[in-house]
């Protein structure tokens, strides 16, 4: 039976060890959210990070914009808090309504305040290998990972999914380790075949349960970043979990694996953008 990587209480105790360095602060962080329209996904996630920087001791500053918000009123708002001292980050709550150019605008995001890490400049940082801003769902997977394996040198690793918020990041963060990194994607052939070789499995695609037990290694560390709501309501991952159990050394659920990470890396970039701005 494998071990169910519990993230939730890698993040508490993250999320404890920030609010003791928050605590130790002359100046409190500050993260500026703007939220546009009203997604009511976007509404729970945005009023779930203002909590947890209440809870760190850090300032959170809400700009909440109408769904008709045009781009240049957001670009306004961008250009004001990257200028403004008393914000150290700033995060673009994603999707944005449809007819806002989200590319853009993310990019307008200084890259010392970009706590998503998305400004192409910390993306660049992470492939050269230097210091920048890391995606915060990526790093969060990366502890995960560390919280079951000890050396990842030399292990294969294979990520299902290229996105620049997550599966190309991701990728960069395991090279670093020294695990050899195979990427797969819609068009990877034979993709159960590339699984099975995956000391490190990583599925970031959003296809309810689309990982079959046999596509994994026995022993292999399995972290499950998908997130999909099911017939019944009930969310579930991108991996078949309970068949999954019986194959792989260690495993995150979902809900309660991936997910409380992302926002306790939020919450450490927001911290280290205050400490590189001062
Ligand atoms: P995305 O931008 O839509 O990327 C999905 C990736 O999956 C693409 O690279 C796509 O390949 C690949 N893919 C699609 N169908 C596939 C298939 N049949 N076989 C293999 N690969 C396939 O999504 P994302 O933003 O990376 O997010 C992925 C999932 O993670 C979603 O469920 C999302 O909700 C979840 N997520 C969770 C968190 C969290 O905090 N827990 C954070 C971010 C994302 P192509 O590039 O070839 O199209």
Not at 116 to 124: M, R, T, V, Y
Not at 153 to 180: D, H, W, Y
Request: charge should be negative; include cysteine; aromatic fraction near 2%.
């Amino acid at each position: 039976m494998a071990h169910i990587i519990d993230g939730k209480s890698i993040s508490n105790a993250l999320k404890e060890e920030l609010a003791q360095h928050v605590a130790a602060m002359d100046h409190k962080p500050g993260l500026a959210v703007i939220l546009v329209g009203e997604d009511p996904a976007s509404n729970v996630y945005v009023n779930n990070k203002i909590k947890a920087c209440e809870k760190t001791g850090i300032r959170s500053i809400e700009h909440r914009l109408p769904a008709d918000t045009t781009d240049q009123a957001i670009e306004t708002l961008i250009t004001r808090l990257n200028d403004d001292n008393d914000v150290d980050g700033i995060l673009l709550q994603l999707p944005l309504p449809k007819h806002l150019d989200s590319d853009r605008l993310v990019q307008l995001i200084c890259a010392a305040k970009d706590v998503d890490g998305l400004n192409l400049l910390n993306a660049g940082a992470l492939v050269a290998g230097v210091d920048g801003m890391v995606p915060c769902t990526p790093q969060g997977s990366m502890i995960l990972i560390k919280s079951v394996l000890k050396d990842l040198n030399g292990l294969n690793a294979v990520v299902i999914g290229r996105s620049l918020l997550f599966g190309k990041p991701m990728a960069q963060l395991l090279l670093q380790e020294n695990c050899t990194v195979t990427m797969a994607h819609s068009r990877t052939k034979n993709i159960e075949d590339v699984c099975r070789n995956a000391d490190i499995l990583v599925a970031a695609v959003g296809r309810e349960k689309m990982v079959k037990a046999d596509w994994i290694k026995p022993g292999a560390c399995v972290i499950d970043v998908g997130i999909n709501r099911m017939e019944n309501g009930k969310l579930c991952g991108d991996i078949d979990f309970d068949a999954a159990l019986d194959i792989a050394g260690a495993i995150t659920p979902v809900p309660g694996g991936v997910g409380p990470m992302t926002i306790a890396c939020l919450l450490a970039n927001t911290i280290k953008a205050r400490k590189q701005q001062s």
